[in-house]
């Protein structure tokens, strides 16, 4: 643990892998991340008002699922420089960022749902 908290740890271009708890666990994301986009497809192919939110949440999972594979084949190949650990400190990082704009969508909705209730009631007394 005390490794985790150095610059060395973070920055060294010429890492060593991962150990193999680690990355069982790095495969275990990468295959919930495939799971999870391939049951946001039945998901998404409704139509609703909660459409574009699974259409952002299928992509986030796909697009982290792919960059994850990526980076895990570099760490396993112990490739200079893209096998460095600051690569998946900042992967974590964007994902946050992505899921924090993903949610902040997902609050907008319920609005969405009062403005389509109040066109709906409109527009049953329009001819």
């Known amino acids: 643990m005390k490794n985790l908290l150095t610059l060395n740890y973070w920055f060294n271009l010429r890492p060593e892998t991962l150990v ?34 699974f259409k952002r949440l299928y992509s986030f999972f796909w697009s982290n699922a792919l960059i994850g594979l990526i980076l895990f084949f570099f760490n396993y190949e112990v490739v200079p420089f893209f096998s460095a650990r600051f690569w998946l400190g900042l992967w974590l990082l964007l994902m946050i960022v992505w899921l924090f704009f993903i949610l902040k969508k997902l609050r907008t909705i319920p609005e969405q749902k009062k403005q389509l209730e109040q066109e709906k009631k409109l527009k049953q007394y329009l001819p």
């Open 20 to 53: 193999p708890y680690a990355q069982k666990i790095f495969i275990g994301l990468i295959a919930l991340f495939i799971i999870l986009a391939l049951l946001i497809i039945i998901a998404k192919k409704r139509s609703g008002i909660y459409r574009g939110f």
